[in-house]
């Protein structure tokens, strides 16, 4: 497990810089920061990812369901990483006004005793942000579309919306670099799906809301 988590780490932040190397962003203007205080004296910032525009690429068995059923051509696992389930997906990050400012790299991987989420947020004219959950349900957003009539090979429309990361002390903010050294919080990150194509691709949001102190 420990291995794994640290290889799909390794691999994930590997494919961000590639992929930042790669996808035209542009240049690292500085955008302004869309945050708002807090009553505490922390400040809140919205992320967002559209499906499928904001897909940059993903590696997982496809076991791991709809979000690695819909890569194409995503390269194949190591047989030494399938044992346990792993999901390392890539994706373009927009502020809350929907402007590109970097890009994101999520990793998802389990074992018989537990399972954790990582994403890491890579800001390029701001620095990074290392977000850290435990215990995301396994298959959660391809259980709430069955629930909500989709089938595979069909078409489907709706609105469901499934919190992957819940709001609360365990979804945490765990590391930064940069402009955010030294910062901690919480975080939630809820996925807002609309659409499914009849080839499994995913069609919404991904709203990543942080709320962001200094550490003691």
Same mark, same amino acid.
């Given at each position: 497990?420990?291995? @794994?988590?640290?290889?799909? +780490?390794?691999?994930? /932040?590997?494919?961000?810089? !590639?992929? $930042?190397?790669? =996808?035209? %962003?542009? *240049? ?53 990483? @399938?044992?346990?389930?792993? +999901?390392?997906?890539? /994706?373009?990050?927009?502020? !809350?006004? $929907?402007?590109? =400012?970097? %890009?994101? *790299? ?67 903010? !765990?590391? $930064? ?40």
């Amino acid at each position: 497990m420990k291995f @794994t988590f640290i290889f799909a +780490l390794f691999l994930g /932040f590997a494919g961000v810089l !590639a992929a $930042g190397h790669f =996808v035209p %962003l542009g *240049a690292h203007v500085r955008l302004p920061s869309q945050t708002r205080v807090v009553a505490n004296g922390g400040r809140a910032e919205r992320f967002v990812i559209r499906l499928p525009v904001d897909r940059v690429a993903v590696v997982g068995p496809k076991t791991a369901g709809l979000r690695a059923d819909s890569a194409a051509g995503a390269p194949t696992l190591p047989a030494d990483l @399938t044992a346990e389930p792993l +999901l390392v997906e890539h /994706f373009k990050l927009r502020d !809350a006004g $929907g402007n590109v =400012v970097g %890009l994101a *790299a999520r990793h998802w991987n389990a074992d018989a005793r537990a399972s954790g989420t990582a994403w890491s947020l890579m800001i390029p004219s701001r620095g990074a942000l290392l977000l850290t959950a435990p215990a995301e349900a396994r298959g959660a957003i391809d259980a709430a579309l069955h629930n909500a009539g989709y089938r595979a090979g069909s078409a489907w429309a709706g609105d469901v919306r499934v919190a992957l990361a819940p709001d609360s002390d365990t979804s945490v903010i !765990a590391a $930064g670099s940069d402009e955010f050294v030294g910062l901690r919080g919480r975080y939630s990150e809820i996925w807002t799906i609309t659409g499914v194509s009849d080839a499994g691709e995913l069609r919404g949001t991904i709203e990543i809301d942080t709320v962001i102190r200094h550490g003691s």
